[in-house]
């Protein structure tokens, strides 16, 4: 078995379903394709910054920026710096933290809700265009599949983040 590669019993390899993905998220985050989808719903908001309001709209808000930064997987000085910025714009907003007057804890405003709701909507329109062509049952189990292993890939291996 040494050389051979890992295959599921669908027979599609690992690597295959790691390079789809890969592409996947190549084309799902580009640049052109985030002003695009901002330019459709009417919001300006950066890539960072729609990441930084999903978070926080979707895991619930109140959090502190170190544990915001720990979750999106980027340095606390980049997400204390789009804060900031968010902030600023009225999409976020700080209270302090009950349990420690030293801290901060963050929470979306409701323009932040909105902004980062009617992204997710151009992004829904924008994927049911890619998709116009697939069967219901193809998209039904394509969202299964998915949501599985968006499931999969959110629990960490033991002792690892």
């Known amino acids: 078995m040494a050389g051979r590669t890992a295959t599921r019993p669908s027979g599609h390899t690992t690597e295959e379903i790691a ?25 300006d908001v950066d890539r960072l910054g729609a990441a930084v309001l999903f978070k926080l709209v979707s895991e619930g808000g109140e959090v502190r920026v170190t544990e915001l930064a720990y979750r999106l997987a980027i340095d606390a000085p980049a997400v204390t710096r789009k804060v900031q910025q968010l902030e600023r714009a009225g999409l976020v907003r ?31 329109e924008w994927m049911g265009e890619r998709l116009a062509g697939w069967s219901a049952a193809d998209r039904a189990e394509l969202a299964r599949l998915l949501q599985q292993l968006a499931a999969t890939i959110a629990v960490p291996a033991e002792g690892r983040p």
């Open 19 to 43: 390079s789809a993905l890969v592409s996947v998220a190549r084309a799902m985050t580009q640049v052109r394709v985030h002003e695009t989808l901002c330019r459709q719903a009417g919001v």
């Open 94 to 124: 700080r209270q302090g933290d009950p349990a420690d007057a030293r801290a901060s804890l963050l929470d979306v405003t409701a323009a932040g809700r909105r902004t980062i709701e009617r992204l997710q909507r151009a992004q829904a």
